[in-house]
């Protein structure tokens, strides 16, 4: 019998056998994108086969014919999307893009004619009709319950014209988030700001100007520098350069990206996107997107979102504008006299940080070397969870800037799963960072441990140097890594229940939480040695980091939250007719009184948390919603005088990092810290408090 991962192919392709190397890793030398186009319609294939099979079963329906075998459906397609959604977004180029703009219409009309298919819910709908008398564990039903629920909200209940309404809705929206996500990457890839003359290099830090260099190298410009949109260089650029024409200029093409009109211009995309979404939300009942989203989360509405996003708002606008004031009256002593512009607040911000606090990013950052901050995070895995962390040279990724390491459990020896650390910007890859799995767990069938993967986009060093982090850099391999162990440590029977897979606002505290540990003395003290002299960070420099955790909190809340309330907005919308997405968005930000010296973390038109794809649409707020939880979540552990409290971390493992989605995360979170949390520790963590 064919293993249900091997796929109906010709024997060369990868995909076509079970993959005999150390713990299932993708072959990934052997696998080109010939194969994995090739690949597309087998599995498809194999998966309508195994969904017909489901629907034949002459038996009644029950967990096991039904339920459970929906589970072991599909084992090659996750296969093949472990590997081909990965490398899409981490080591892209033309020909697999060429197949994620075929193939993501046709996977959305694959999932479509599977979750509406009326014979196939009939038998879950039956199932789920008896739930009380089926004996089932609290597992079993909260797997039913979840298929259930993920039928309906897929059109599974419509009649037939509505249905393939919808599904023309999905295929549309799959394509236009794709085609987002390419033009946006395209634009990031394609802009360089290259400086010839050393002159234009003025306030720059040696990291920063070792950066651009080898930037501009890898862009063909040898001996001259580079700006580019990754954030690990525009961001200090923006901070440190004396230049204010080309702070303008780099800020602009950093703002501007999915706007600059021809065959990359993201403006038409939003339009229709908003309007299908609002559209499909009507087919199933809701009166906005917002509100079919928000449905199936913690926050159930958009009333309870918009009441904590504008709890935050006004004390963080209150603290902005003060802010505000005291970069211009530094401008002014400078002898600059125009008001403060987006362009400029990064630059005065850190000549205040310095003046009010004697602290130097310059001075900081030889402290924050890549591969010991990467070492803090496995060391305080663990001591919280027991893991234990080994390099495996000899194992090969999809790039050579790949790392991969086998996770453990360092009492026994068990293996837990793999984790693959990719760091380094580039250009087939897309911004920002991130967690995925080439491989989830599961027990169902025997024991499957995750592949996990975190990809950032920090600035590559030279050769033979070691790469050094900014704190915001440090802080984002921490949370990403919280992401990893919520993948990692994951401990479930059923793979649609594993890891991460939970309620977007859920998702994003095992990952804030994690932050917290990195700016702990016990850390910071053990990890941060000086690249060169290896001297550990001086107590007062940590201190200083201390005191400043609330500065620019103001700027940073706002321009965060503007961001979450324009989303929630558009999604608000009951009938959008011909949207302009960036009037309506400049009347939103009117509306809540956005500052004029601030712009929003993402425009609209390069928003690919919203747009590109489903993933956070009118579900952006996740991030404060979550940190309303790692607040008093870290609170449980400070409590006890012991940030690594064996017996917080072990209820921290059972409840929140183990259990996925096996229960609601609010009765999860309440089995962990006892009681649900308040705003409080959120609006003091972030010196909005008061």
């Known amino acids: 019998m064919t293993a249900p991962e091997a796929l109906d192919l010709p024997e060369g392709n990868p995909f076509a056998r079970v993959w005999e190397t150390p713990f299932g890793l993708p072959p990934f030398a052997e696998i080109t994108p010939e194969h994995i186009r090739a690949a597309f319609p087998a599995a498809l294939a194999r998966h309508r086969a195994e969904i017909e099979a489901i629907k034949a079963e002459p ?15 599909g084992r090659g397609m996750s296969r093949l999307g472990g590997v ?7 080591d892209t180029n033309e020909a697999l893009q060429a197949i994620e703009r075929e193939m993501s219409p046709l996977m959305s009309r694959h999932w479509s004619a599977v979750m509406m298919d009326a014979a196939l819910f009939a038998r879950v709908d039956a199932v789920f009709a ?10 079993q039903l909260r797997l039913l319950e979840r298929t259930h629920r993920g039928f309906v909200r897929a059109g599974a209940q419509l009649g037939a014209e509505d249905k393939a309404r919808l599904a023309a809705i999905g295929e549309r929206l799959a394509a236009l988030g794709t085609s987002f996500g390419q033009n946006l990457l395209k634009d990031e890839a394609d802009y360089a700001l290259i400086i010839a003359d050393e002159a234009d290099l003025d306030g720059l830090p040696g990291f920063v100007v070792a950066a651009m260099a080898r930037a501009a190298a890898d862009r063909g410009h040898p001996g001259k520098h580079a700006v580019t949109l990754a954030r690990s260089i525009i961001e200090p650029f ?11 200029e780099a800020f602009a093409a950093w703002s501007r990206r999915g706007e600059n009109g021809g065959a990359t211009d993201n403006r038409a995309i939003v339009a229709e996107t908003v309007a299908l979404r609002a559209e499909k939300a009507r087919l199933l009942g809701y009166p906005t997107f917002a509100h079919f989203k928000l449905d199936d989360s913690m926050a159930k509405t958009p009333a309870h979102v918009r009441e904590l996003l504008e709890l935050v708002w006004a004390p963080a606008r209150a603290r902005a504008a003060q802010e505000a004031a005291d970069l211009a009256a530094l401008a002014q002593e400078e002898g600059e006299n125009r008001p403060i512009r987006p362009s400029d607040w990064r630059y005065y911000a850190e000549k205040v940080r310095q003046k009010t606090y004697a602290l130097d990013e310059a001075e900081l950052k030889p402290y924050l070397q890549l591969d010991r901050i990467v070492a803090a995070a496995f060391d305080t895995a663990g001591k919280l969870f027991g893991l234990a962390f080994a390099e495996r040279r000899d194992l090969r990724g999809y790039h050579p800037d790949v790392r991969i390491w086998e996770v453990s459990e360092a009492a026994t020896g068990r293996h837990i799963g793999l984790f693959l650390g990719d760091y380094f910007a580039r250009a087939s890859k897309r911004s920002g960072a991130w967690m995925s799995a080439y491989r989830g767990q599961r027990r169902l069938d025997g024991e499957v441990r995750p592949i996990i993967v975190n990809v950032c986009n920090f600035a590559k060093p030279a050769e033979g140097r070691p790469a050094l982090l900014s704190i915001d850099d440090a802080r984002t391999l921490f949370h990403e890594f919280g992401h990893a162990l919520h993948g990692l440590l994951s401990d479930v029977t059923y793979g649609s229940l594993a890891g991460t897979s939970v309620s977007r606002d859920f998702v994003e505290l095992p990952s804030q939480l994690y932050e917290h540990w990195f700016l702990t003395e016990e850390v910071m003290r053990r990890f941060c040695l000086h690249a060169e002299t290896r001297e550990p960070i001086p107590e007062a420099l940590i201190e200083k980091i201390r005191r400043a955790q609330t500065f620019n909190q103001g700027f940073a809340t706002v321009e965060y939250t503007s961001s979450a309330l324009v989303d929630l907005a558009f999604h608000s919308l009951e009938a959008p007719a011909e949207v302009d997405p960036l009037a309506f968005e400049a009347a939103e930000l009117a509306r809540i009184g956005m500052p ?12 690919a948390h919203v747009f590109s794809g489903d993933g956070y649409s009118a579900g952006y707020y996740s991030y404060l919603w979550s940190e309303v939880m790692d607040a008093d979540a870290f609170n449980a552990f400070t409590e006890t005088g012991d940030v690594f409290s064996p017996a917080v ?4 493992k059972r409840y929140i990092y183990s259990a996925g989605d096996t229960r609601d995360p609010a009765e999860a979170y309440t089995l962990f810290r006892g009681r ?5 520790a959120l609006l003091g963590k972030r010196g909005l408090a008061g």
Not at 130 to 139: I, N, Q, S
Not at 238 to 248: G, K, P, Q
Request: glycine share 4%; aromatic share 8%; proline share 6%.
């Open 649 to 652: 971390a072990e209820r921290l």
């Open 238 to 248: 923006l901070t440190f350069s004396t230049r204010t024409a080309l702070r303008e």
């Open 59 to 73: 038996a009644p329906a029950d967990f096991a014919n039904t339920i459970e075998a929906l589970e072991r459906a």
């Open 84 to 90: 081909f959604y990965n490398l899409a977004g981490a």
């Open 596 to 607: 004029a010296q601030i712009t929003m973390r993402h425009r609209t038109p390069h928003f």
């Open 130 to 139: 008896r739930r009380d008398a089926l004996g089932l564990d609290a597992e």
């Open 676 to 680: 649900l949390p308040t705003p409080d």
